[in-house]
């Protein structure tokens, strides 16, 4: 069965950090890269970061400059380092998984998101 299962979302105050992490099971993690999402209430889904299996990294404009992203083969694992948390990063975020480089969409599987609300 496969699993992509997303940890570390909370409530945060504007300038702090988060650290989200994305647990893969149940398929073959090397070939896959790995994708945060966003969405908040009202709004359209939203790319935040990604990273293929070979390290490379894809950032959102959201992200540039603030968030981090990494991954541990070995514990079939990607992280997402936030920080500057701003009010409006509050969203529920996603990771997903897609075969092959990282892509702007059509990913293979996703999680069931964590919540994460910035309170100014």
């Known amino acids: 069965e496969v699993q992509l299962v997303e940890s570390g979302g909370g409530l945060v105050q504007a300038g702090g950090s988060l650290t989200l992490s994305c647990a893969a099971s149940g398929f073959t993690f090397d070939d896959y890269a790995i994708g945060w999402f966003r969405q908040a209430p009202g709004k359209e889904r939203e790319g935040v970061f990604c990273?293929?299996?070979?390290?490379?990294?894809y950032a959102g404009v959201s992200a540039k400059g603030r968030f981090t992203i990494s991954r541990d083969n070995a514990k079939n694992t990607v992280y997402l380092q936030m920080n500057s948390l701003k009010p409006e990063d509050t969203a529920v975020y996603y990771c997903a998984a897609v075969y092959g480089p990282c892509a702007p969409d059509n990913y293979d599987y996703w999680g069931q998101g964590t919540q994460v609300t910035v309170s100014s």
């Open positions: 990273i293929s299996s070979d390290g490379t990294t």
